[in-house]
């Protein structure tokens, strides 16, 4: 080569330059191909529940919308217009001394994720969660929620829960907590995540570990035990009555009621290092929270389970509490 530096210098040829820009091109649109398909699995993973989450289908003051079910916790709720067209919000109003619930309708449960998104305001604090069942839509399995601290203006609430308990259905709890007014509107529900897996029954008789309770101390039941032998005898119980750990036998018997909408307290003493559990309750009668708590002066303080159990539908079902070597079966009957 006669001139090597004033080659150097002169500018690729335009084919050259030309077959750059196409190269960077194909590669723009081919990484970009890629994370369409990348994206449009990620979605297809997600499943929409089916929630009539803006409450189409009620006149404003009616309640509860369609999909939706009014529990009996004493309170009010009523469907409200928005500024938007054909769009409402649901307004719940709890009294003082008790909480105020909607829920769904059961729907499959085939994610391991559940994603709750809503906006909503008021005053007092609110509650958003779930609850789920086995195959029968009759077994509760699991549930739980998160509280919410409400605002005048209406704010966008997003929160994920991890169903760690494998399930066949799902149903949306929402939830005015005792003396608050609540408003939600544009709820959505979706499954993420991978696939849980199938739900197995055991068989009648089987012994079942007890449960762990979710946040707020509130245990999700497994199913009722049976009636207890005739030679049993019933021991009647009263409200706020506390049970001493030296008194409770290895099998205790007792009998209470409640009216629909009212409480049953009471407190079993218990050893720090071995907690009360909620072992079976039915979920269609009655709701149990259980708190670990302890009272006195220090030095001198008891360490006792306080136990609520709440009457929601007419009938009877056996609240079974185990601790170690002892069991607690309240036969409690709602009316």
């Not at 009539?52 to 009620?58: L, P, S, T």
């Not at 919000?89 to 909607?102: I, Y």
């Not at 409480?263 to 708190?291: G, Y």
Request: glycine residues 8%.
């Amino acid at each position: 080569m006669l001139f090597p530096g004033i080659c150097q210098q002169l500018p690729p040829p335009k084919n050259f330059t030309h077959h750059m820009k196409t190269k960077k091109l194909l590669i723009s649109l081919f990484l970009t191909a890629i994370l369409c398909f990348a994206s449009n699995v990620i979605a297809d993973n997600d499943i929409d529940l089916r929630i009539n989450g803006d409450f189409r289908g009620a006149s404003s003051g009616y309640s509860p919308a369609s999909g939706w079910t009014l529990t009996a916790g004493g309170g009010t709720a009523r469907i409200l217009p928005t500024h938007e067209r054909d769009e409402f919000r649901l307004e719940l109003t709890a009294t003082p001394d008790h909480s105020q619930s909607v829920f769904t309708e059961l729907h499959p449960c085939s994610r391991s994720l559940l994603k709750l998104e809503m906006k909503i305001c008021g005053t007092g604090t609110a509650s958003i969660g779930y609850e789920t069942f086995d195959h029968t839509g009759k077994r509760l399995l699991a549930s739980d929620r998160q509280l919410i601290g409400l605002k005048f203006i209406e704010q966008k609430v997003e929160h994920y829960f991890r169903l760690n308990v494998p399930a066949a259905f799902i149903r949306i709890v929402l939830t005015a907590e005792p003396g608050a007014r609540v408003l939600f509107r544009d709820v959505d529900a979706e499954l993420q995540g991978p696939a849980m897996h199938t739900v197995t029954v055991p068989a009648p008789g089987t012994i079942i570990a007890p449960p762990p309770t979710v946040n707020g101390g509130i245990a999700a039941p497994l199913p009722p035990t049976h009636l207890p032998p005739p030679q049993v005898q019933l021991k009647p119980l009263s409200d706020h009555q506390f049970l001493p750990f030296a008194s409770i036998g290895p099998d205790e018997h007792f009998m209470a009621s409640a009216r629909l909408g009212k409480d049953l307290d009471l407190d079993l003493e218990e050893d720090p290092a071995r907690p009360w559990q909620v072992l079976s309750f039915d979920p269609n009668i009655c709701r149990v929270k259980l708190e670990h708590d302890k009272d006195g002066k220090h030095g001198h303080r008891r360490y006792k389970a306080d136990i609520e159990i709440k009457a929601i539908r007419p009938g009877k079902t056996a609240v079974v509490f185990v601790c170690g070597h002892k069991k607690v079966t309240i036969h409690f009957t709602a009316y």
